[in-house]
DNA sequence: CATGCAAACTGAACTAGACCAAAAAACCAT
DNA sequence: ATGGTTTTTTGGTCTAGTTCAGTTTGCATG
Protein backbone atom coordinates (compact mmCIF):
# COMPACT_ATOMS: atom_id res chain seq x y z
CA UNK A 1 0.00 0.00 0.00
CA UNK A 2 1.45 3.14 -1.16
CA UNK A 3 1.70 6.09 1.05
CA UNK A 4 0.46 5.48 4.07
CA UNK A 5 0.26 8.36 6.62
CA UNK A 6 2.81 7.70 9.66
CA UNK A 7 1.51 8.62 12.87
CA UNK A 8 3.61 11.23 14.26
CA UNK A 9 1.98 10.72 17.95
CA UNK A 10 -0.61 8.05 19.02
CA UNK A 11 -4.30 8.94 18.44
CA UNK A 12 -5.15 6.35 20.35
CA UNK A 13 -3.97 7.21 23.61
CA UNK A 14 -4.61 10.99 24.16
CA UNK A 15 -5.47 11.33 27.97
CA UNK A 16 -9.11 12.55 27.42
CA UNK A 17 -10.56 9.30 25.92
CA UNK A 18 -11.90 6.21 28.22
CA UNK A 19 -9.71 2.85 28.03
CA UNK A 20 -12.61 1.58 27.29
CA UNK A 21 -12.97 3.16 24.39
CA UNK A 22 -10.00 2.60 23.04
CA UNK A 23 -11.02 -0.97 21.23
CA UNK A 24 -13.64 0.38 19.65
CA UNK A 25 -11.49 3.35 18.13
CA UNK A 26 -8.90 1.12 17.18
CA UNK A 27 -11.25 -0.65 15.38
CA UNK A 28 -12.82 2.85 13.32
CA UNK A 29 -9.18 4.01 12.76
CA UNK A 30 -8.35 0.66 11.48
CA UNK A 31 -11.17 1.14 9.05
CA UNK A 32 -11.21 4.61 7.98
CA UNK A 33 -7.51 3.96 7.21
CA UNK A 34 -8.56 0.79 4.99
CA UNK A 35 -11.55 2.78 3.08
CA UNK A 36 -9.40 5.57 2.93
CA UNK A 37 -7.42 4.27 0.74
CA UNK A 38 -9.63 2.22 -1.16
CA UNK A 39 -9.08 -1.05 -1.39
CA UNK A 40 -11.41 -3.24 -3.67
CA UNK A 41 -12.86 -6.32 -2.50
CA UNK A 42 -10.72 -9.35 -1.90
CA UNK A 43 -7.72 -6.63 -2.17
CA UNK A 44 -5.26 -7.55 0.57
CA UNK A 45 -4.61 -5.64 3.63
CA UNK A 46 -1.06 -4.27 4.13
CA UNK A 47 1.20 -6.71 6.43
CA UNK A 48 0.25 -6.72 10.44
CA UNK A 49 3.78 -4.96 11.48
CA UNK A 50 2.92 -2.43 8.38
CA UNK A 51 0.02 -1.59 9.97
CA UNK A 52 1.10 -1.82 13.88
CA UNK A 53 3.46 0.94 12.65
CA UNK A 54 0.92 2.86 10.88
CA UNK A 55 -1.61 3.19 13.92
CA UNK A 56 1.46 2.98 16.32
CA UNK A 57 0.03 0.50 18.43
CA UNK A 58 1.25 -3.19 18.88
CA UNK A 59 1.03 -6.96 17.07
CA UNK A 60 -1.34 -8.02 19.92
CA UNK A 61 -3.52 -5.18 20.17
CA UNK A 62 -3.87 -4.56 16.22
CA UNK A 63 -4.51 -8.50 16.17
CA UNK A 64 -7.85 -7.93 18.33
CA UNK A 65 -8.97 -4.81 16.15
CA UNK A 66 -8.28 -6.97 13.07
CA UNK A 67 -10.53 -9.31 15.03
CA UNK A 68 -13.33 -7.49 15.59
CA UNK A 69 -13.71 -6.30 11.72
CA UNK A 70 -13.49 -9.88 10.84
CA UNK A 71 -15.87 -11.25 13.45
CA UNK A 72 -18.09 -7.60 11.39
CA UNK A 73 -17.70 -9.21 8.49
CA UNK A 74 -15.70 -6.56 6.91
CA UNK A 75 -12.41 -8.03 6.54
CA UNK A 76 -11.53 -12.00 6.72
CA UNK A 77 -8.27 -13.65 6.60
CA UNK A 78 -6.53 -16.57 4.73
CA UNK A 79 -4.30 -18.74 6.92
CA UNK A 80 -0.30 -17.41 6.79
CA UNK A 81 -1.89 -15.56 3.93
CA UNK A 82 -2.74 -12.43 5.31
CA UNK A 83 -6.15 -10.04 5.47
CA UNK A 84 -8.41 -9.32 2.77
CA UNK A 85 -11.09 -6.75 2.57
CA UNK A 86 -14.63 -8.78 2.18
CA UNK A 87 -16.42 -9.06 -0.62
CA UNK A 88 -20.41 -8.13 -0.47
CA UNK A 89 -22.24 -11.18 0.84
CA UNK A 90 -24.01 -13.46 -1.47
CA UNK A 91 -27.76 -13.31 -0.67
CA UNK A 92 -28.82 -17.31 0.06
CA UNK A 93 -32.37 -18.00 -0.34
CA UNK A 94 -32.83 -21.06 1.26
CA UNK A 95 -36.43 -22.06 -0.22
CA UNK A 96 -35.80 -20.32 -3.48
CA UNK A 97 -34.36 -24.35 -4.33
CA UNK A 98 -31.74 -22.61 -6.54
CA UNK A 99 -28.60 -24.47 -7.61
CA UNK A 100 -25.08 -22.71 -6.25
CA UNK A 101 -23.82 -22.04 -9.33
CA UNK A 102 -27.38 -20.36 -10.55
CA UNK A 103 -27.31 -18.38 -7.57
CA UNK A 104 -24.14 -17.06 -7.54
CA UNK A 105 -24.27 -15.93 -11.58
CA UNK A 106 -27.70 -14.19 -10.78
CA UNK A 107 -25.69 -11.83 -8.35
CA UNK A 108 -23.20 -11.26 -11.38
CA UNK A 109 -20.57 -13.03 -9.18
CA UNK A 110 -18.46 -16.36 -10.77
CA UNK A 111 -18.98 -19.79 -9.36
CA UNK A 112 -16.65 -23.18 -9.30
CA UNK A 113 -16.95 -25.63 -7.67
CA UNK A 114 -13.81 -28.04 -6.89
CA UNK A 115 -14.91 -32.29 -5.88
CA UNK A 116 -12.45 -33.06 -2.52
CA UNK A 117 -13.73 -36.35 -2.31
CA UNK A 118 -16.47 -38.97 -3.50
CA UNK A 119 -16.75 -42.30 -1.83
CA UNK A 120 -19.08 -45.07 -0.40
CA UNK A 121 -18.74 -45.06 3.24
CA UNK A 122 -20.54 -46.59 6.26
CA UNK A 123 -23.11 -43.88 8.00
CA UNK A 124 -22.12 -42.16 10.88
CA UNK A 125 -24.80 -41.96 14.04
CA UNK A 126 -25.28 -38.21 13.18
CA UNK A 127 -26.27 -39.30 9.24
CA UNK A 128 -27.96 -42.49 10.20
CA UNK A 129 -30.05 -40.75 12.05
CA UNK A 130 -31.21 -37.45 9.87
CA UNK A 131 -31.86 -40.29 7.24
CA UNK A 132 -33.56 -42.69 9.04
CA UNK A 133 -31.36 -45.71 8.34
CA UNK A 134 -29.24 -48.23 10.72
CA UNK A 135 -25.76 -46.88 11.88
CA UNK A 136 -23.66 -48.28 9.41
CA UNK A 137 -25.23 -48.53 6.43
CA UNK A 138 -23.48 -48.08 3.05
CA UNK A 139 -23.42 -44.09 1.73
CA UNK A 140 -22.67 -41.90 -0.65
CA UNK A 141 -20.16 -38.89 0.67
CA UNK A 142 -19.21 -36.46 -1.67
CA UNK A 143 -16.91 -33.43 -0.38
CA UNK A 144 -17.08 -30.09 -2.32
CA UNK A 145 -15.48 -27.12 -1.75
CA UNK A 146 -17.07 -23.95 -3.52
CA UNK A 147 -15.87 -20.95 -4.44
CA UNK A 148 -17.33 -16.85 -5.60
CA UNK A 149 -15.15 -14.83 -7.43
CA UNK A 150 -12.43 -17.66 -7.02
CA UNK A 151 -12.64 -17.01 -3.34
CA UNK A 152 -13.33 -20.49 -0.89
CA UNK A 153 -16.68 -19.88 0.39
CA UNK A 154 -17.99 -22.25 0.87
CA UNK A 155 -17.41 -26.47 2.39
CA UNK A 156 -19.87 -28.85 1.76
CA UNK A 157 -20.33 -32.48 2.75
CA UNK A 158 -23.12 -34.70 1.25
CA UNK A 159 -24.24 -38.05 2.58
CA UNK A 160 -26.61 -40.22 0.06
CA UNK A 161 -28.77 -42.92 -0.12
CA UNK A 162 -27.32 -45.61 -1.70
CA UNK A 163 -30.43 -47.38 -2.92
CA UNK A 164 -31.42 -43.89 -4.15
CA UNK A 165 -29.07 -43.43 -6.26
CA UNK A 166 -27.18 -45.98 -7.36
CA UNK A 167 -23.63 -45.43 -9.13
CA UNK A 168 -24.14 -41.66 -8.88
CA UNK A 169 -20.16 -41.06 -8.30
CA UNK A 170 -19.80 -42.29 -11.69
CA UNK A 171 -21.21 -38.49 -12.71
CA UNK A 172 -19.24 -34.89 -13.00
CA UNK A 173 -19.97 -34.04 -9.54
CA UNK A 174 -17.61 -31.12 -9.75
CA UNK A 175 -19.53 -29.27 -12.86
CA UNK A 176 -22.92 -30.20 -12.24
CA UNK A 177 -26.23 -29.57 -9.22
CA UNK A 178 -26.83 -32.55 -6.90
CA UNK A 179 -30.40 -31.47 -7.14
CA UNK A 180 -30.28 -31.44 -11.49
CA UNK A 181 -28.69 -35.04 -11.54
CA UNK A 182 -31.12 -36.27 -8.82
CA UNK A 183 -34.00 -35.20 -11.33
CA UNK A 184 -32.30 -36.10 -14.42
CA UNK A 185 -31.26 -39.21 -13.95
CA UNK A 186 -33.09 -40.46 -11.39
CA UNK A 187 -36.41 -38.79 -11.59
CA UNK A 188 -36.24 -37.47 -7.69
CA UNK A 189 -37.23 -34.60 -7.11
CA UNK A 190 -36.82 -32.38 -3.73
CA UNK A 191 -40.00 -31.53 -2.86
CA UNK A 192 -39.49 -30.83 1.17
CA UNK A 193 -36.02 -29.74 2.79
CA UNK A 194 -35.30 -29.29 6.45
CA UNK A 195 -32.84 -27.08 7.69
CA UNK A 196 -30.82 -26.54 11.27
CA UNK A 197 -28.52 -23.26 11.05
CA UNK A 198 -25.69 -22.69 13.55
CA UNK A 199 -22.40 -20.58 14.28
CA UNK A 200 -19.45 -22.82 15.01
CA UNK A 201 -15.88 -23.01 14.02
CA UNK A 202 -14.21 -24.82 11.05
CA UNK A 203 -12.55 -28.14 11.90
CA UNK A 204 -9.20 -29.16 10.52
CA UNK A 205 -10.70 -30.77 7.13
CA UNK A 206 -13.05 -27.84 6.16
CA UNK A 207 -10.25 -25.06 7.60
CA UNK A 208 -7.70 -26.55 5.16
CA UNK A 209 -10.62 -26.41 2.22
CA UNK A 210 -11.07 -23.14 2.91
CA UNK A 211 -7.83 -21.71 3.39
CA UNK A 212 -8.83 -20.45 6.43
CA UNK A 213 -7.47 -20.96 9.79
CA UNK A 214 -8.91 -23.92 12.39
CA UNK A 215 -11.30 -22.13 14.73
CA UNK A 216 -12.31 -19.44 12.50
CA UNK A 217 -15.82 -18.52 12.89
CA UNK A 218 -18.45 -20.16 10.44
CA UNK A 219 -22.38 -20.28 9.46
CA UNK A 220 -23.00 -24.05 9.31
CA UNK A 221 -26.51 -24.96 7.73
CA UNK A 222 -27.17 -28.84 7.83
CA UNK A 223 -29.38 -29.78 5.01
CA UNK A 224 -31.99 -33.04 4.83
CA UNK A 225 -33.44 -33.43 1.62
CA UNK A 226 -37.17 -35.32 0.94
CA UNK A 227 -38.19 -36.34 -2.26
CA UNK A 228 -41.88 -36.45 -3.44
CA UNK A 229 -42.66 -39.14 -1.34
CA UNK A 230 -41.53 -37.70 1.73
CA UNK A 231 -38.44 -40.14 2.20
CA UNK A 232 -35.25 -38.57 3.21
CA UNK A 233 -32.35 -38.99 0.37
CA UNK A 234 -30.19 -37.08 1.02
CA UNK A 235 -28.01 -34.85 3.54
CA UNK A 236 -25.20 -32.56 3.66
CA UNK A 237 -23.41 -30.15 6.40
CA UNK A 238 -22.14 -26.72 4.54
CA UNK A 239 -20.13 -24.23 6.32
CA UNK A 240 -19.90 -21.15 4.78
CA UNK A 241 -17.60 -18.67 5.50
CA UNK A 242 -19.74 -16.00 8.16
CA UNK A 243 -19.03 -12.99 5.68
CA UNK A 244 -20.08 -14.61 2.64
CA UNK A 245 -23.45 -14.96 3.08
CA UNK A 246 -26.49 -13.55 4.13
CA UNK A 247 -29.40 -15.97 4.15
CA UNK A 248 -32.87 -14.68 3.43
CA UNK A 249 -35.93 -17.21 3.23
CA UNK A 250 -39.84 -16.27 3.09
CA UNK A 251 -43.06 -18.40 4.26
CA UNK A 252 -45.86 -18.79 5.76
CA UNK A 253 -46.16 -19.49 9.52
CA UNK A 254 -47.59 -22.94 10.33
CA UNK A 255 -49.73 -21.76 13.25
CA UNK B 1 -13.86 -24.16 42.12
CA UNK B 2 -12.40 -26.71 44.50
CA UNK B 3 -9.35 -28.70 44.44
CA UNK B 4 -8.32 -28.03 40.85
CA UNK B 5 -4.80 -29.97 40.05
CA UNK B 6 -1.86 -27.51 40.20
CA UNK B 7 -0.21 -28.23 36.97
CA UNK B 8 3.27 -29.61 38.12
CA UNK B 9 5.09 -29.55 34.66
CA UNK B 10 3.76 -27.89 31.68
CA UNK B 11 1.46 -30.90 29.81
CA UNK B 12 1.63 -28.23 26.67
CA UNK B 13 5.23 -27.63 25.61
CA UNK B 14 6.27 -31.18 26.14
CA UNK B 15 8.96 -31.18 22.87
CA UNK B 16 7.58 -34.03 20.87
CA UNK B 17 4.60 -31.62 19.77
CA UNK B 18 4.68 -28.86 17.14
CA UNK B 19 3.75 -25.58 17.76
CA UNK B 20 1.02 -25.46 15.44
CA UNK B 21 -1.11 -27.81 17.50
CA UNK B 22 -0.38 -25.99 21.12
CA UNK B 23 -3.39 -23.78 20.54
CA UNK B 24 -5.59 -26.59 19.70
CA UNK B 25 -4.29 -28.92 22.66
CA UNK B 26 -4.85 -25.61 25.25
CA UNK B 27 -8.07 -25.79 24.40
CA UNK B 28 -8.57 -29.36 24.73
CA UNK B 29 -7.09 -29.39 28.06
CA UNK B 30 -8.95 -26.65 28.77
CA UNK B 31 -12.08 -28.12 27.85
CA UNK B 32 -11.12 -31.57 29.76
CA UNK B 33 -10.79 -29.45 32.53
CA UNK B 34 -13.77 -28.02 32.96
CA UNK B 35 -15.46 -30.74 32.16
CA UNK B 36 -13.86 -33.08 34.48
CA UNK B 37 -15.02 -31.14 37.23
CA UNK B 38 -18.44 -31.20 35.90
CA UNK B 39 -19.72 -27.49 36.41
CA UNK B 40 -23.38 -26.64 35.56
CA UNK B 41 -24.48 -24.73 32.58
CA UNK B 42 -24.53 -21.31 33.55
CA UNK B 43 -22.03 -22.14 36.33
CA UNK B 44 -18.90 -19.97 36.50
CA UNK B 45 -15.75 -21.16 35.40
CA UNK B 46 -12.83 -20.17 37.78
CA UNK B 47 -10.82 -16.59 37.48
CA UNK B 48 -8.65 -16.09 34.21
CA UNK B 49 -5.21 -15.83 36.82
CA UNK B 50 -6.94 -19.24 38.39
CA UNK B 51 -6.70 -21.09 34.81
CA UNK B 52 -3.67 -19.76 33.64
CA UNK B 53 -2.10 -21.22 37.01
CA UNK B 54 -4.00 -24.10 36.80
CA UNK B 55 -2.85 -24.62 32.96
CA UNK B 56 0.66 -23.31 33.13
CA UNK B 57 0.47 -20.52 30.53
CA UNK B 58 0.06 -16.97 29.99
CA UNK B 59 -2.84 -14.55 30.15
CA UNK B 60 -2.69 -13.87 26.65
CA UNK B 61 -2.53 -17.62 25.35
CA UNK B 62 -5.31 -18.86 28.04
CA UNK B 63 -7.75 -15.46 26.95
CA UNK B 64 -7.07 -17.04 23.45
CA UNK B 65 -8.36 -20.17 24.26
CA UNK B 66 -11.48 -19.45 25.83
CA UNK B 67 -12.17 -17.23 23.00
CA UNK B 68 -12.35 -20.27 20.92
CA UNK B 69 -14.69 -22.50 23.55
CA UNK B 70 -17.00 -18.81 23.40
CA UNK B 71 -16.68 -19.10 19.44
CA UNK B 72 -17.36 -22.88 19.41
CA UNK B 73 -20.49 -22.37 21.98
CA UNK B 74 -19.65 -24.17 24.71
CA UNK B 75 -18.97 -21.15 27.15
CA UNK B 76 -19.56 -17.63 26.93
CA UNK B 77 -18.89 -14.98 28.88
CA UNK B 78 -20.59 -11.67 30.42
CA UNK B 79 -19.13 -8.10 30.21
CA UNK B 80 -16.13 -8.15 33.42
CA UNK B 81 -18.18 -10.60 35.25
CA UNK B 82 -16.37 -13.96 33.98
CA UNK B 83 -16.45 -16.58 32.13
CA UNK B 84 -19.62 -19.62 32.37
CA UNK B 85 -20.67 -22.99 31.05
CA UNK B 86 -23.08 -22.67 27.83
CA UNK B 87 -26.57 -24.12 28.72
CA UNK B 88 -27.86 -26.45 25.64
CA UNK B 89 -28.89 -24.66 22.77
CA UNK B 90 -33.09 -23.78 22.49
CA UNK B 91 -34.37 -24.77 19.68
CA UNK B 92 -35.95 -22.08 16.99
CA UNK B 93 -38.21 -23.01 14.62
CA UNK B 94 -38.38 -20.04 12.40
CA UNK B 95 -41.40 -21.22 10.79
CA UNK B 96 -43.54 -22.66 13.88
CA UNK B 97 -44.54 -19.23 14.82
CA UNK B 98 -44.51 -19.76 18.48
CA UNK B 99 -44.35 -16.92 20.70
CA UNK B 100 -40.96 -16.41 22.75
CA UNK B 101 -42.67 -17.67 26.33
CA UNK B 102 -44.41 -20.69 24.51
CA UNK B 103 -41.34 -21.77 22.57
CA UNK B 104 -38.77 -21.48 26.15
CA UNK B 105 -41.55 -23.41 28.18
CA UNK B 106 -41.92 -26.38 25.63
CA UNK B 107 -38.37 -26.85 25.95
CA UNK B 108 -38.80 -26.88 29.92
CA UNK B 109 -36.89 -23.66 30.06
CA UNK B 110 -38.58 -20.47 31.79
CA UNK B 111 -38.45 -17.28 29.82
CA UNK B 112 -38.34 -13.47 30.80
CA UNK B 113 -38.66 -10.09 29.29
CA UNK B 114 -37.57 -7.00 29.89
CA UNK B 115 -39.55 -3.96 27.99
CA UNK B 116 -36.41 -1.30 27.66
CA UNK B 117 -38.40 0.97 25.42
CA UNK B 118 -41.71 2.00 24.37
CA UNK B 119 -41.74 5.24 22.03
CA UNK B 120 -42.78 6.54 19.02
CA UNK B 121 -40.27 7.51 16.68
CA UNK B 122 -39.79 8.54 12.78
CA UNK B 123 -38.86 5.03 10.33
CA UNK B 124 -35.52 5.21 9.87
CA UNK B 125 -34.39 4.79 6.02
CA UNK B 126 -33.65 1.10 6.82
CA UNK B 127 -37.20 0.40 8.52
CA UNK B 128 -39.27 2.72 6.28
CA UNK B 129 -37.86 0.77 3.38
CA UNK B 130 -38.72 -2.98 4.47
CA UNK B 131 -42.15 -1.61 5.56
CA UNK B 132 -42.98 -0.26 2.69
CA UNK B 133 -43.30 3.77 3.90
CA UNK B 134 -42.00 6.89 3.43
CA UNK B 135 -38.65 7.91 5.67
CA UNK B 136 -39.41 9.92 8.40
CA UNK B 137 -42.96 8.16 8.98
CA UNK B 138 -43.94 7.63 12.60
CA UNK B 139 -43.90 4.35 14.28
CA UNK B 140 -44.15 2.55 16.90
CA UNK B 141 -40.46 1.16 18.95
CA UNK B 142 -40.42 -1.46 21.37
CA UNK B 143 -37.47 -2.58 22.79
CA UNK B 144 -37.53 -6.02 24.41
CA UNK B 145 -34.23 -7.95 26.28
CA UNK B 146 -35.59 -11.99 26.68
CA UNK B 147 -34.08 -14.34 28.92
CA UNK B 148 -33.81 -17.94 29.41
CA UNK B 149 -33.33 -19.78 32.74
CA UNK B 150 -32.14 -16.07 34.21
CA UNK B 151 -29.13 -15.37 31.36
CA UNK B 152 -29.74 -12.85 28.33
CA UNK B 153 -29.81 -14.17 25.10
CA UNK B 154 -31.96 -12.04 23.09
CA UNK B 155 -32.05 -8.22 22.43
CA UNK B 156 -35.01 -7.23 20.17
CA UNK B 157 -35.95 -3.73 18.20
CA UNK B 158 -39.29 -3.49 17.30
CA UNK B 159 -41.01 -1.38 14.70
CA UNK B 160 -44.70 -1.14 14.15
CA UNK B 161 -46.70 0.79 11.55
CA UNK B 162 -48.22 3.16 13.47
CA UNK B 163 -51.64 3.09 11.53
CA UNK B 164 -52.09 -0.99 11.89
CA UNK B 165 -51.81 -0.68 16.02
CA UNK B 166 -52.95 2.49 17.18
CA UNK B 167 -52.30 2.91 20.91
CA UNK B 168 -50.50 -0.10 21.41
CA UNK B 169 -48.30 1.53 23.60
CA UNK B 170 -50.58 1.07 26.16
CA UNK B 171 -50.94 -2.45 26.89
CA UNK B 172 -48.40 -4.77 28.84
CA UNK B 173 -45.48 -5.36 26.65
CA UNK B 174 -43.10 -7.10 28.31
CA UNK B 175 -45.96 -9.66 30.01
CA UNK B 176 -47.48 -10.42 26.28
CA UNK B 177 -46.62 -11.45 23.25
CA UNK B 178 -47.13 -8.78 19.71
CA UNK B 179 -48.23 -11.34 17.76
CA UNK B 180 -50.83 -12.54 20.10
CA UNK B 181 -51.49 -8.86 20.85
CA UNK B 182 -51.65 -8.24 17.49
CA UNK B 183 -54.95 -11.20 16.82
CA UNK B 184 -56.47 -10.21 19.80
CA UNK B 185 -56.58 -6.94 19.69
CA UNK B 186 -56.61 -5.53 15.94
CA UNK B 187 -57.40 -8.60 14.18
CA UNK B 188 -54.27 -9.07 12.72
CA UNK B 189 -53.19 -12.07 11.38
CA UNK B 190 -49.18 -12.54 10.57
CA UNK B 191 -49.63 -14.71 7.66
CA UNK B 192 -46.40 -14.51 6.27
CA UNK B 193 -43.42 -13.83 7.17
CA UNK B 194 -39.92 -12.71 6.07
CA UNK B 195 -36.16 -13.47 7.40
CA UNK B 196 -32.93 -12.05 6.77
CA UNK B 197 -30.29 -14.15 8.88
CA UNK B 198 -26.75 -12.96 9.11
CA UNK B 199 -23.95 -12.66 11.73
CA UNK B 200 -22.33 -10.00 13.14
CA UNK B 201 -21.65 -8.20 16.25
CA UNK B 202 -23.36 -6.22 18.94
CA UNK B 203 -23.68 -2.82 18.93
CA UNK B 204 -23.44 -1.04 22.23
CA UNK B 205 -27.15 -0.46 23.15
CA UNK B 206 -27.43 -4.24 22.26
CA UNK B 207 -24.12 -5.09 24.69
CA UNK B 208 -24.95 -3.86 27.79
CA UNK B 209 -28.68 -5.21 27.17
CA UNK B 210 -27.11 -9.01 27.20
CA UNK B 211 -24.38 -8.03 29.86
CA UNK B 212 -22.09 -8.96 26.85
CA UNK B 213 -19.17 -7.26 25.82
CA UNK B 214 -19.03 -4.86 22.83
CA UNK B 215 -17.63 -6.89 20.29
CA UNK B 216 -19.19 -9.93 20.97
CA UNK B 217 -19.98 -12.22 17.95
CA UNK B 218 -23.87 -12.65 17.85
CA UNK B 219 -26.77 -14.30 15.49
CA UNK B 220 -28.76 -11.45 13.97
CA UNK B 221 -32.08 -12.44 12.54
CA UNK B 222 -34.48 -9.54 10.84
CA UNK B 223 -38.15 -10.48 10.06
CA UNK B 224 -40.61 -8.60 8.59
CA UNK B 225 -43.99 -9.94 9.17
CA UNK B 226 -46.93 -9.54 6.46
CA UNK B 227 -51.07 -9.95 7.47
CA UNK B 228 -53.52 -12.00 5.65
CA UNK B 229 -53.90 -9.16 3.14
CA UNK B 230 -49.71 -9.32 2.20
CA UNK B 231 -49.30 -5.40 3.92
CA UNK B 232 -45.91 -5.41 5.69
CA UNK B 233 -46.91 -4.52 9.41
CA UNK B 234 -43.82 -4.24 11.47
CA UNK B 235 -40.30 -5.85 11.65
CA UNK B 236 -38.06 -6.88 14.27
CA UNK B 237 -34.32 -7.05 14.16
CA UNK B 238 -33.09 -9.48 16.87
CA UNK B 239 -29.77 -10.48 18.45
CA UNK B 240 -29.31 -13.90 19.87
CA UNK B 241 -26.20 -14.83 21.49
CA UNK B 242 -24.77 -17.03 19.06
CA UNK B 243 -24.27 -19.85 21.54
CA UNK B 244 -27.75 -19.64 22.80
CA UNK B 245 -29.69 -21.19 19.92
CA UNK B 246 -29.87 -23.29 17.20
CA UNK B 247 -32.63 -22.50 14.50
CA UNK B 248 -34.83 -24.99 12.58
CA UNK B 249 -37.08 -24.60 9.90
CA UNK B 250 -38.67 -27.13 7.46
CA UNK B 251 -40.61 -26.21 4.06
CA UNK B 252 -41.18 -26.93 0.32
CA UNK B 253 -38.64 -25.10 -1.67
CA UNK B 254 -40.04 -22.84 -4.63
CA UNK B 255 -38.57 -24.52 -7.37
C1' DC C 1 -31.01 -5.60 60.41
C1' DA C 2 -30.44 -3.05 56.56
C1' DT C 3 -27.50 0.14 54.32
C1' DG C 4 -23.51 2.27 52.55
C1' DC C 5 -18.79 2.50 51.79
C1' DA C 6 -14.09 0.85 51.06
C1' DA C 7 -11.05 -2.81 49.87
C1' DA C 8 -10.09 -6.86 47.14
C1' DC C 9 -10.77 -9.19 43.08
C1' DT C 10 -11.22 -9.73 38.27
C1' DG C 11 -11.76 -9.01 33.40
C1' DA C 12 -10.41 -5.59 29.66
C1' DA C 13 -6.87 -3.65 27.41
C1' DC C 14 -2.21 -2.71 26.51
C1' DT C 15 3.28 -2.87 26.23
C1' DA C 16 7.41 -4.95 24.35
C1' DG C 17 9.34 -8.08 22.99
C1' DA C 18 10.52 -13.51 20.99
C1' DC C 19 10.52 -17.84 17.96
C1' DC C 20 8.77 -20.79 14.32
C1' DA C 21 6.92 -22.39 10.03
C1' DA C 22 4.51 -21.38 5.94
C1' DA C 23 4.20 -18.39 2.09
C1' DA C 24 5.99 -15.21 -1.10
C1' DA C 25 9.68 -13.18 -3.40
C1' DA C 26 14.13 -13.12 -5.18
C1' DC C 27 17.65 -15.49 -7.24
C1' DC C 28 20.26 -18.64 -9.88
C1' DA C 29 21.24 -22.21 -13.10
C1' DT C 30 19.74 -24.61 -16.81
C1' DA D 1 12.06 -18.11 -20.61
C1' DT D 2 11.79 -21.97 -17.12
C1' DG D 3 12.25 -24.75 -13.05
C1' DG D 4 14.19 -25.31 -8.75
C1' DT D 5 16.49 -23.34 -4.68
C1' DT D 6 17.46 -19.95 -1.27
C1' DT D 7 16.27 -15.82 1.23
C1' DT D 8 13.01 -12.73 3.12
C1' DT D 9 8.66 -11.62 4.65
C1' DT D 10 4.74 -12.59 7.23
C1' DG D 11 1.19 -14.67 10.06
C1' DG D 12 0.65 -17.80 14.17
C1' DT D 13 1.83 -18.50 18.70
C1' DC D 14 3.93 -17.50 22.90
C1' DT D 15 6.35 -15.11 27.31
C1' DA D 16 6.04 -11.82 31.08
C1' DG D 17 4.63 -8.48 32.67
C1' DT D 18 1.37 -3.50 33.66
C1' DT D 19 -2.60 -0.34 34.16
C1' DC D 20 -7.36 0.57 34.68
C1' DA D 21 -12.21 0.22 35.75
C1' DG D 22 -16.28 -2.39 36.84
C1' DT D 23 -17.93 -6.20 40.25
C1' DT D 24 -18.19 -8.30 44.20
C1' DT D 25 -17.83 -8.65 48.93
C1' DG D 26 -17.28 -7.94 53.56
C1' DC D 27 -17.14 -4.90 57.26
C1' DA D 28 -18.59 -1.02 59.89
C1' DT D 29 -22.02 2.28 60.86
C1' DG D 30 -26.59 4.14 61.65
Redesign the pocket.
Known sequence: MPSMPAAST?P??SSDM?????????RMTLWELLTQHALRPGE????????MEYL???????????SQLEAEGRIY???????FLSPPRLRYDLLAGLPFHEMVESQRRHATTELLEASETAASTTVARRLGMAEGTPVYRIVRARSIDGRRVLYVEHHLRVDCFPDILAFDLAACSLTELYRREYAIRVSRVSFELGSTVLGHQAAAAL?A???SPVQRITRINHDQNGRMVDCDDEYWRHDAIELTLSAAPQS
Chains 1, 2 share one sequence.
Do not use: F, K, M
Open positions: NLRPASQQAHDLRLPSERQLNTTRITLREALRESRRGWYAPG
